[in-house]
């Protein structure tokens, strides 16, 4: 079975652009959060949608927003990009989104550099 | 602010060793516990996990103990690898707020042969 997807791998912005960030998750998962890591941290959370409505929301900016697609794909967008905002974005995926914790499982990330 | 303190942030283990790493949070609402394996350059791993109605969990060469009145846990890696060598990151996530979890600053571990 396939794992999280995420594309693109790998992105170059320039400060002030705008970025778009693409997930799908595993089969049968109706729950994705997006997470920020930058080089030597551990994953911030930023957002989580289920069932196409957003569930949760990290400590980020307004200029991050998100949305979830009816087959449960994610899109994360960043607005105004800033040098602060390079770093890995990883895309869970989870079977359910509310109430008890379920397990997440973590895409390879797209690795986003703001020059 | 930190939520869930990790440490050591680096650990060398010789190669047959028992690699412990521990985490100890604040937020008492905190009721599921996971531990992830990350590789250079790769999404993290689940690994285990464990909820607070139990104070241990094995699953292989992999045990997490847990004491909730002393809101730590830790992962031990019996028989250590050098394939076991990653950044080790433990979690935590609150009740009722479904996915979102606050992770530790990690710990990178170092299995030398």
Redo the contacts between chains.
């Keep these: 079975d396939a794992g999280v997807t995420q594309s693109p791998t790998h992105l170059i912005k320039t400060r002030g652009q705008q970025v778009t960030l693409r997930c799908s998750p595993i089969s049968g998962h109706k729950s994705v959060s997006w997470y920020q890591q930058v080089l030597g941290q551990g994953p911030q959370f930023i957002f989580q949608y289920y069932e196409k409505e957003e569930r949760g929301r990290g400590n980020f900016p307004d200029r991050f927003s998100a949305r979830q697609f009816p087959n449960y794909s994610s899109e994360l967008n960043v607005n105004a990009l800033l040098l602060g905002d390079s770093a890995l974005y990883l895309c869970a995926s989870s079977f359910s989104g509310g109430g008890i914790s379920y397990e997440q499982y973590f895409g390879p990330g797209t690795r986003l550099t703001v020059t | 602010q930190q939520q869930v303190k990790?440490s050591p942030q680096s650990l060398i283990v010789q190669k047959g060793g028992i690699s412990i790493i521990n985490c100890a949070y604040e937020n008492t609402a905190f009721?599921?516990f996971?531990w992830?394996q990350q590789f250079p350059?790769?999404?993290?791993?689940?690994l285990i996990?464990i909820r607070p109605d139990v104070s241990e969990k094995k699953e292989g060469r992999f045990t997490i103990s847990f004491n909730k009145s002393a809101k730590q846990f830790s992962l031990h890696i019996m028989d250590s690898q050098p394939g076991d060598s990653a950044t080790y990151?433990c979690?935590a996530?609150p009740?009722?707020?479904?996915?979102?979890?606050?992770?530790?600053?990690?710990t990178r571990l170092m299995v030398k042969p």
């Design positions: 990790q009721d599921y996971p992830y350059g790769k999404g993290p791993a689940l996990a990151f979690a996530s009740h009722n707020a479904g996915n979102m979890l606050t992770f530790g600053g990690g």
